[in-house]
């Protein structure tokens, strides 16, 4: 029973294993899944002779392709597309034993297959290789080839008859990269205790980034990992659970519908919450926050062929308007700055951006604010501006801004700054031993500068965040150390980003051509801390990994 007097939702689960303690389910994970010949094709790719050192190259094997990798004298070969997108890694990077995506800079070890940093959540799968007679011949499962992804095998959470249901080892607030990375990488460890994770969302875990990029995306087919896969892996997630209150005097967690749970290790992960817009007529219908697949469908549905009005020049807010632009009768975007980007990429990319969304029939009206929304019925019929100008809507998307989701732990004793971020040091512990942080929330030393806290609300980040906060519950020690990689894409042009501190000041934009045509944009202040390209891969991944080597690049060297 939960402390509320309810049954509680949670299964049975082993509640004393340890990372020491490996189980594997004997029938549905085996060290060798493909066992049966047939199941295998063996194909010579190429003569030893072909590749030099440090070069990849894409092979057919017949029933799919591999990338055939010569590293340090050595042969390899994994899958050749990123399990993230599908992106084709013959056109990454490849450095120090791993490959690094072109599109959105998530790493792979040529040695292993297994993904190094984020996004996505799968590995590659690894083939054999073997020279005979000067030719390279690769060995592989016809079902690896296909699939051109792999789980990485997870331990198993094994049921006691003792089990505590108000008690878990590891508690998750939060079912986003970070939250779902945590609990991955905690199983593949070989973690056999029990894990729960939870979330104020009704659905599975999903990949938010779309949801402003395809607003027409259904929540299944957002989804990350179906309900089998949390269940064949024992791990607990518990939806539309909100989270009121921590002690961390007691280790409990209170839950606005009474139920309680005692925790051992916890990592809070609560994400973004939206700057609520503040006017006359706030309560109006048809004015969203964009939070949801839900709320995605509805936007793309109420705009088709209507006036739809985006407030807001953020990433979030331009992605949505770029996709409203075919759909839409009308599109404005109401912006506070002269340009849209101005602060991440400069005055001359943001009007760059500005006049390709012009050209696609938005109209931008910025350095304004809302004043009041009109509605007719209950329903958005105007958008006042403090300019005085009226736009007709039929839809209203709020994209000005958000902050940390936290102010349930305001009382906590876990230390927060101003502005409600937690603070956690590299190994993504706050200040109360036990007790992890990651995602938007926080500020984090970013090895790049010095250790400088910043708090970087990427994607890719908060998969980091979650793994590192997975492997020091463990007690592995490991510092965070990545490079923050971001992307956006509109009018099927993607803008990558790559950025050795995050928030510098001070910053010069240089090397800016057409928005058009291929790009790249370095930005310094006295060296390159950031560099961003549309179509022009992979600059951005290659700078990424000069930034994470420790290297320096100068500003004379790209002026």
Same mark, same amino acid.
């Given at each position: 029973?939960?402390?509320?007097?309810?049954?509680?939702?949670?299964?049975?689960?082993?509640?004393?294993?340890?990372?020491?303690?490996?189980?594997?389910?004997?029938?549905?994970?085996?060290?060798?899944?493909?066992?049966?010949?047939?199941?295998?094709?063996?194909?010579?790719?190429?003569?030893?002779?072909?590749?030099?050192?440090?070069?990849?190259?894409?092979?057919?094997?017949?029933?799919?392709?591999?990338?055939?990798?010569?590293?340090?004298?050595?042969?390899?070969?994994?899958?050749?597309?990123?399990?993230?997108?599908?992106?084709?890694?013959?056109?990454?990077?490849?450095?120090?034993?791993?490959?690094?995506?072109?599109?959105?800079?998530?790493?792979?070890?040529?040695?292993?297959?297994?993904?190094?940093?984020?996004?996505?959540?799968?590995?590659?799968?690894?083939?054999?290789?073997?020279?005979?007679?000067?030719?390279?011949?690769?060995?592989?499962?016809?079902?690896?080839?296909?699939?051109?992804?792999?789980?990485?095998?997870?331990?198993?959470?094994?049921?006691?008859?003792?089990?505590? /249901?108000?008690?878990? &080892?590891?508690? !998750?607030? *939060? @079912?986003?990269?970070? $939250?779902?990375?945590? =609990?991955?990488? +905690?199983?593949?460890?070989?973690?056999?205790?029990?894990?729960?994770?939870?979330?104020?969302?009704?659905?599975?875990?999903?990949?938010?980034?779309?949801?402003?990029?395809?607003?027409?995306?259904?929540?299944?087919?957002?989804?990350?990992?179906?309900?089998?896969?949390?269940?064949?892996?024992?791990?607990?997630?518990?939806?539309?659970?909100?989270?009121?209150?921590?002690?961390?005097?007691?280790?409990?967690?209170?839950?606005?519908?009474?139920?309680?749970?005692?925790?051992?290790?916890?990592?809070?992960?609560?994400?973004?919450?939206?700057?609520?817009?503040?006017?006359?007529?706030?309560?109006?219908?048809?004015?969203?926050?964009?939070?949801?697949?839900?709320?995605?469908?509805?936007?793309?549905?109420? /705009?088709?062929?209507? &006036?739809?009005? !985006?407030? *807001? @020049?953020?990433?979030? $807010?331009?992605?949505? =308007?770029?996709? +409203?632009?075919?759909?839409?009768?009308?599109?404005?975007?109401?912006?506070?700055?002269?340009?849209?980007?101005?602060?991440?990429?400069?005055?001359?990319?943001?009007?760059?951006?500005?006049?390709?969304?012009?050209?696609?029939?938005?109209?931008?009206?910025?350095?304004?604010?809302?004043?009041?929304?009109?509605?007719?019925?209950?329903?958005?019929?105007?958008?006042?501006?403090?300019?005085?100008?009226?736009?007709?809507?039929?839809?209203?998307?709020?994209?000005?801004?958000?902050?940390?989701?936290?102010?349930?732990?305001?009382?906590?004793?876990?230390?927060?700054?101003?502005?409600?971020?937690?603070?956690?040091?590299?190994?993504?512990?706050?200040?109360?031993?036990?007790?992890?942080?990651?995602?938007?929330?926080?500020?984090?030393?970013?090895?790049?500068?010095?250790?400088?806290?910043?708090?970087?609300?990427?994607?890719?980040?908060?998969?980091?965040?979650?793994?590192?906060?997975?492997?020091?519950?463990?007690?592995?020690?490991?510092?965070?150390?990545?490079?923050?990689?971001?992307?956006?894409?509109?009018?099927?042009?993607?803008?990558?980003?790559?950025?050795?501190?995050?928030?510098?000041?001070?910053?010069?934009?240089?090397?800016?051509?057409?928005?058009?045509?291929?790009?790249?944009?370095?930005?310094?202040?006295?060296?390159?801390?950031?560099?961003?390209?549309?179509?022009?891969?992979?600059?951005?991944?290659?700078?990424?990994?000069?930034?994470?080597?420790?290297?320096?690049?100068?500003?004379?060297?790209?002026?």
């Amino acid at each position: 029973m939960s402390p509320n007097g309810k049954v509680s939702p949670l299964p049975n689960c082993r509640p004393n294993g340890t990372a020491k303690h490996f189980h594997y389910e004997d029938k549905s994970i085996t060290l060798s899944p493909y066992q049966n010949p047939r199941d295998f094709v063996e194909t010579a790719v190429c003569h030893v002779k072909d590749l030099e050192n440090g070069q990849m190259r894409e092979v057919d094997m017949g029933c799919g392709k591999a990338l055939l990798i010569k590293d340090s004298g050595e042969f390899c070969a994994i899958g050749h597309k990123c399990p993230h997108y599908g992106a084709p890694l013959v056109k990454g990077v490849l450095s120090k034993g791993r490959v690094r995506c072109p599109w959105h800079g998530a790493c792979f070890s040529t040695a292993t297959g297994d993904i190094e940093d984020f996004p996505g959540l799968d590995s590659l799968p690894k083939f054999q290789v073997r020279v005979e007679k000067e030719k390279v011949i690769i060995r592989a499962s016809k079902q690896a080839l296909q699939s051109q992804k792999r789980t990485r095998l997870m331990t198993k959470c094994t049921a006691l008859s003792n089990y505590n /249901a108000g008690f878990s &080892n590891v508690l !998750i607030i *939060g @079912a986003g990269p970070a $939250g779902l990375v945590c =609990a991955e990488t +905690l199983r593949q460890e070989g973690y056999s205790d029990r894990i729960v994770m939870c979330t104020t969302e009704k659905n599975l875990p999903y990949d938010r980034p779309k949801l402003s990029k395809s607003l027409e995306s259904t929540s299944e087919q957002l989804t990350l990992r179906p309900m089998e896969f949390f269940q064949r892996h024992d791990i607990e997630l518990l939806r539309e659970k909100e989270v009121v209150a921590v002690d961390i005097k007691t280790k409990t967690v209170t839950f606005r519908d009474g139920l309680q749970l005692e925790y051992r290790k916890l990592l809070i992960a609560t994400g973004s919450k939206p700057k609520l817009l503040n006017c006359k007529g706030k309560d109006v219908e048809n004015v969203f926050y964009l939070r949801t697949p839900e709320d995605a469908n509805h936007i793309a549905k109420l /705009a088709s062929n209507k &006036n739809a009005v !985006i407030v *807001g @020049a953020s990433y979030v $807010g331009m992605e949505v =308007a770029a996709y +409203l632009a075919e759909k839409a009768h009308s599109v404005s975007v109401i912006g506070l700055e002269d340009v849209p980007f101005r602060k991440a990429l400069g005055e001359k990319v943001g009007r760059s951006i500005m006049k390709m969304f012009e050209n696609n029939r938005v109209k931008f009206y910025m350095l304004n604010e809302v004043s009041e929304l009109r509605g007719h019925l209950g329903k958005l019929k105007e958008v006042v501006l403090n300019s005085g100008k009226v736009l007709r809507a039929d839809v209203c998307v709020i994209g000005a801004g958000s902050g940390p989701a936290t102010s349930f732990l305001k009382h906590s004793g876990i230390h927060m700054d101003s502005k409600g971020f937690l603070t956690v040091n590299k190994l993504m512990q706050t200040n109360v031993p036990g007790v992890f942080a990651g995602g938007d929330i926080v500020t984090f030393p970013l090895s790049l500068r010095n250790n400088k806290k910043f708090n970087v609300p990427h994607w890719q980040m908060a998969h980091m965040h979650g793994r590192i906060a997975a492997l020091n519950m463990l007690d592995r020690m490991v510092e965070i150390n990545t490079v923050p990689y971001f992307w956006t894409a509109m009018f099927g042009k993607s803008l990558r980003y790559a950025e050795e501190t995050y928030g510098q000041l001070n910053r010069k934009v240089g090397t800016a051509l057409p928005v058009f045509s291929s790009q790249q944009i370095m930005i310094w202040s006295e060296d390159v801390v950031a560099v961003a390209s549309m179509n022009y891969d992979p600059i951005v991944s290659k700078v990424a990994e000069v930034f994470g080597s420790g290297k320096t690049i100068r500003k004379r060297d790209v002026e």
